[in-house]
């Protein structure tokens, strides 16, 4: 029988690596349950998603064409085809990245809180969590787009009185916006309101500001190359037909029915690849939230007081 592993705790304060060590334990301890969780949620949003992406990119290819002076295009179409399909890869990116989130976070927190952390679990137990989970993101994004429009409006207005100072006052904001990026794991590892977790996590985020971005530049690049290498063969795939058609020496080939389903195929790995990439970022920021409450808040002290009448 293969012994207990120890459970990698969330609140726990940590130095930058060892936070970068829990986060990469817990993927390395579960990446298998992350995959096929990943791969039943989000691989049939990258079906529809690879048809939209090439749908753009196409239709970049013919607006580019038609400037061009090539014949055969509807040049007043064209923008609103092109606008669609960019709408329709928007919605889903960010219906898959909420689906992505939700999951890791309830992963996460369901390895918190079951004595046998993960085994075991299934789409089943998890789902009531991880609708829970959905609800509150989809909130946080319709007020995190209200702040986001809030914002603009008074930068715009502030760099008018204060023209000569644009680029400190850009710097400023995205100073006081690294904080928000605490805000879903406040959220959704709390049961507390999503404007309570806004408040909080500008709390817990001004005081570990270092920390949230050294972690979120790590974690990136990691991301960056695991997302390259998807990503790679698709861009290949599409250079090579951008290229031929040009040419128009070979251009029957790349604009056949074969090559075009070939393009779809590494669409869809390039855009499931890039949801995968992600949960590094996720789990790290999950484990820097653990160690801001910790660090802040003695989070495992005040749960010990309040079960000591339980021992």
Same mark, same amino acid.
């Given at each position: ?11 726990? +304060?940590? %130095? ?7 986060? $990469? ?62 709408? *329709? ?10 689906? *992505? ?19 075991? #679990?299934?789409?089943?137990?998890? +789902? ?9 993101? /989809? ?10 429009? $809030? ?11 204060? %023209? ?28 507390? %309101? /999503? ?20 972690? #979120? ?11 390259? /290498? ?31 389903? /070939? ?8 855009? $499931? ?19 801001? %409450? ?18």
């Amino acid at each position: 029988m293969e012994p207990q592993k120890t459970k990698i705790a969330l609140y726990v +304060k940590r %130095s930058f690596g060892e936070k970068l060590g829990a986060s $990469f334990d817990f993927i390395k301890e579960h990446w298998k349950l992350l995959l096929k969780f990943s791969t039943y949620l989000l691989l049939p949003l990258c079906l529809v998603q690879a048809l939209s992406l090439n749908g753009l990119t196409q239709g970049i290819l013919a607006w580019g064409d038609a400037a061009g002076g090539a014949s055969g295009y509807n040049e007043a179409a064209l923008p609103l085809g092109l606008m669609s399909y960019y709408g *329709l890869y928007l919605l889903l990116y960010m219906v898959g990245t909420v689906l *992505l989130t939700s999951l890791v976070y309830a992963m996460v927190r369901a390895y918190q809180e079951r004595d046998r952390c993960l085994e075991g #679990m299934t789409l089943g137990v998890l +789902k009531p969590l991880l609708l829970r989970n959905v609800r509150k993101l /989809v909130l946080v994004i319709l007020l995190g787009i209200l702040l986001l429009v $809030f914002a603009g409006l008074a930068l715009g207005f502030i760099s008018k009185l204060f %023209s000569s100072s644009v680029l400190l006052l850009v710097l400023c904001f995205m100073v006081l916006a690294l904080p928000l990026a605490l805000w879903a794991p406040v959220c959704l590892f709390e049961d507390i %309101s /999503v404007a309570d977790a806004l408040v909080k996590s500008y709390r817990l985020g001004l005081a570990t500001w270092g920390g949230i971005l050294s972690m #979120m530049i790590v974690m990136g690049l990691v991301a960056a190359i695991l997302q390259g /290498v998807t990503m790679l063969p698709w861009y290949i795939g599409l250079a090579i037909k951008t290229i031929f058609t040009a040419a128009e020496s070979g251009s029957a080939a790349v604009n056949s029915a074969g090559y075009d389903f /070939v393009l779809y195929l590494l669409a869809i790995v390039q855009g $499931f690849g890039t949801y995968l990439a992600m949960i590094f970022t996720l789990v790290g920021l999950a484990y820097q939230y653990g160690h801001a %409450s910790e660090k802040l808040d003695n989070v495992t002290v005040e749960s010990d007081i309040d079960n000591f009448d339980k021992l």
